[in-house]
């Protein structure tokens, strides 16, 4: 059950009502999810994620006289020392922004959440947008209400995403001789793929760990690692196995929408990479959703210019840019905000990387991780 809240933001609009969903509306939002292109980020089990880490969940819907919903609208508030900021959705590359039926809903709902933000206070907000669904509406009004675009042209970030149809087609079109002879090098070299095996859950944590403490990035909560996968129904959510005499050297996760497959979380052991797991694994994962009827793989958000942008292009999928926008509530918070970044990364990388172990990471509170994140 949620969390009771003091302040439940409501309003009524003529026949139309805006308020916090709850619970109880937990199917019915999946289903308008499901039924409208909507994204895996913007599914209800997000809020119990999100409130996990101490965060305050806005979910928000828009219905009828009759209860059917019309709209809705996620986004998170993530409370920090003159940064408090509300996101559409946290992290990169999690599509987020309104989902409605017509237009006048998803002004009522930008509407709403301007007004959220201005009351709850905060320093700036972000909205990424989701690729596939018809934006020009949310864009108009958002720069109405005085957002911006967050990125320069050829600075956004970019996701790939594959059409689907047949695998075949797509191994000799899609594919450049170089990945295919990558691919079946891992083959031959007996690497495998097993599918969906939860036994490798914990092997999929540790592996994130060590790529994560080599790349010099906050270490997941493990509490947080596995709450996605108890959060949402099996055939949500996969992990691929890339498994080499009995031991996993590669693995990915696999993200379900009714017409979408995301990639995420492509995790390796550097001493293997030789062996190409990943190449294989994003081979059996265009094949897998090829096989289940699924209309796109997304590769997921990707700096232009970066390593990966260029791994993720050999496949030969379609480079999209992304929609971020942002606002800025308070300019004052915003100046220092930016003035202070490069001494706030350096001293964070030294907390998360030196001073803190990952026993006393998955020992924190909420709140004392929150306060710890804010350098």
Same mark, same amino acid.
């Given at each position: ?21 709850? &619970? ?30 101490? $965060?305050? #969940? ?6 009828? &006289?009759? /209860? *059917? ?7 998170? /508030? ?6 408090? &900021? ?8 999690? !599509?987020?922004?309104?989902? #409605? ?22 320093? !700036? ?12 509406? +949310? ?9 911006? #675009? ?28 170089? +990945? ?22 914990? *092997? !999929? ?10 790349? $010099? ?30 031991? @996993? ?6 993200? !379900? ?18 062996? $190409?797991?990943?190449?294989?694994? #994003? ?14 793989? *997304? ?5 232009? /210019?970066?390593? $990966? ?9 379609? @480079? ?17 905000? *930016? ?7 350096? +001293? ?8 803190? &172990? ?18």
């Amino acid at each position: 059950m949620d969390k009771p809240q003091q302040n439940k933001y409501t309003c009524k609009n003529g026949m139309e009502t805006i308020r916090e969903a709850t &619970s109880q509306d937990s199917s019915k939002w999946d289903k308008f999810v499901n039924n409208n292109n909507g994204s895996f980020f913007q599914y209800y089990e997000w809020k119990k994620f999100y409130e996990s880490q101490g $965060h305050k #969940a806005f979910f928000i819907l828009a219905e009828n &006289s009759n /209860k *059917d919903i019309l709209g809705i609208f996620p986004f998170i /508030k993530i409370s920090m020392f003159l940064n408090t &900021s509300i996101h559409s959705m946290p992290s990169s590359g999690r !599509y987020g922004g309104p989902i #409605a039926l017509d237009e006048k809903t998803e002004d009522l709902l930008l509407d709403f959440f301007d007004n959220i933000c201005k009351k709850e206070r905060i320093s !700036y907000t972000y909205i990424l947008l989701n690729p596939y669904r018809d934006t020009k509406g +949310i864009i108009k009004k958002l720069l109405s209400l005085g957002f911006r #675009a967050r990125y320069k042209e050829g600075k956004r970030p970019y996701t790939f995403t594959f059409k689907l149809g047949s695998s075949e087609n797509i191994w000799k079109t899609n594919f450049s001789k170089n +990945i295919r002879r990558k691919v079946r090098s891992a083959e031959r070299q007996g690497v495998k793929i097993l599918d969906n095996q939860w036994k490798y859950l914990q *092997d !999929y944590y540790k592996m994130t760990l060590h790529v994560y403490k080599k790349l $010099h990035n906050k270490l997941p909560l493990e509490k947080e690692f596995f709450m996605p996968f108890d959060l949402f129904d099996k055939n949500k959510i996969h992990i691929h196995i890339a498994h080499l005499n009995n031991k @996993p050297i590669a693995m990915n996760c696999n993200y !379900y929408t009714k017409k979408i497959c995301y990639m995420v979380g492509n995790v390796s052991i550097r001493e293997y990479l030789s062996y $190409h797991p990943n190449n294989l694994l #994003a081979w059996f994962t265009i094949q897998d959703a090829c096989n289940r009827g699924f209309e796109y793989v *997304d590769f997921g958000s990707t700096a232009p /210019k970066s390593s $990966h942008f260029q791994w993720k292009k050999q496949y030969g999928g379609t @480079p999209v840019p992304l929609q971020y926008y942002e606002r800025t509530y308070s300019p004052v918070k915003k100046f220092i905000r *930016d003035k202070t970044m490069r001494p706030r990364v350096m +001293i964070r990388k030294l907390i998360w990387n030196k001073l803190v &172990s990952q026993e006393q990471v998955n020992a924190m509170s909420p709140k004392m991780r929150k306060f710890l994140e804010w350098f």
